[in-house]
């Protein structure tokens, strides 16, 4: 059971955009967003995969960085918008120069108020398909894969994190609540295709399997290539409830977490407890 003692409600937000393949002007936008969602009052903001860049799969080598780089851009960037929101800012996947120039790693960085970075996570299962309107996208092919599940403890809660194709893999969100997740955070870049369908059935189920709260991020609308996205930023309750939801279009989503009803969850229907595999 959690321990609620001594916590209080948390505001949280999640932002959505429309990101182009200009780096400057898509931060610049992060920025203004981040800037919102502290003025409504969140302590946590999620952006969405991609936040600094939605081109060409191949054309994000030119801007990877090196992770820890406090001069690099994005990082720079990151670090100034958390500070100056006083936010704990999560970037949900910008790429990581890796071993190999030609597939950086796609890698989420979590900010503290302060500015310094907290916690990274690389993204684990990449998404090669070819899709029914003919549609291809091949990420493996530009971008190296991570291995490790994490879990990082910012402001009083456990917080799992993901990136996009990662939701559809349920054994990462099962290794995530093991090691005390109690919110699960998915930036995404859903296409339109498989979102309209998927994107509601997948984040409400890892909601309820792993009896956590969700906070998805998404990019939304039509990117450099023809490229298009879903949408639907989103935060689901442990129950599996959407309690706040993003409409079309660039926006924000808040929501406040309350510990208590984790606690209830998992009291009235201990499914953790019960696991036999």
């Known amino acids: 059971m959690t321990d609620t003692r001594g916590r209080a409600p948390l505001r949280i937000a999640a932002v959505q955009l429309q990101c182009q393949d200009d780096v400057s002007e898509n931060l610049a936008r992060c920025r203004d967003w981040v800037g919102r969602a502290a003025e409504r009052g969140a302590k946590l903001v999620l952006l969405p995969e991609n936040f600094a860049f939605m081109g060409p799969e191949a054309d994000k080598r030119s801007i990877a960085e090196q992770l820890g780089d406090a001069s690099a851009p994005i990082q720079r960037s990151l670090s100034e918008m958390a500070k100056a929101a006083g936010v704990v800012l999560v970037g949900g996947g910008f790429p990581e120069a890796s071993g190999d120039e030609r ?87 859903f296409t339109l295709l498989t979102g309209k369908d998927h994107w509601h059935v997948l984040l409400r189920a890892r909601a309820i ?34 309690i706040a939801e993003a409409s079309d279009g660039p926006g924000l989503v808040v929501a406040e977490l309350d510990p208590a009803v984790l606690e209830r969850v998992r009291a009235n229907l201990p499914s953790l407890r019960h696991r036999v595999l």
């Open 103 to 189: 597939r950086p790693f796609n890698t989420l960085v979590v900010y503290g108020s302060d500015g310094a970075l907290v916690s990274t996570y690389r993204k684990i299962h990449l998404f090669d398909v070819r899709l029914p309107d003919g549609s291809e996208i091949s990420e493996s092919a530009a971008t190296t894969a991570g291995r490790e599940p994490r879990v990082v403890d910012v402001l009083g809660y456990k917080l799992g994190l993901s990136i996009c194709y990662d939701l559809r893999f349920p054994e990462l969100y099962r290794a995530l609540a093991d090691r005390g997740a109690e919110l699960l955070l998915v930036p995404a870049a």
């Open 209 to 242: 399997e792993a009896q956590c709260f969700v906070m998805a991020a998404a990019q939304w609308g039509t990117h450099p290539k023809g490229r298009t996205t879903y949408g639907h930023s989103l935060v689901a309750d442990p129950w599996g409830t959407v």
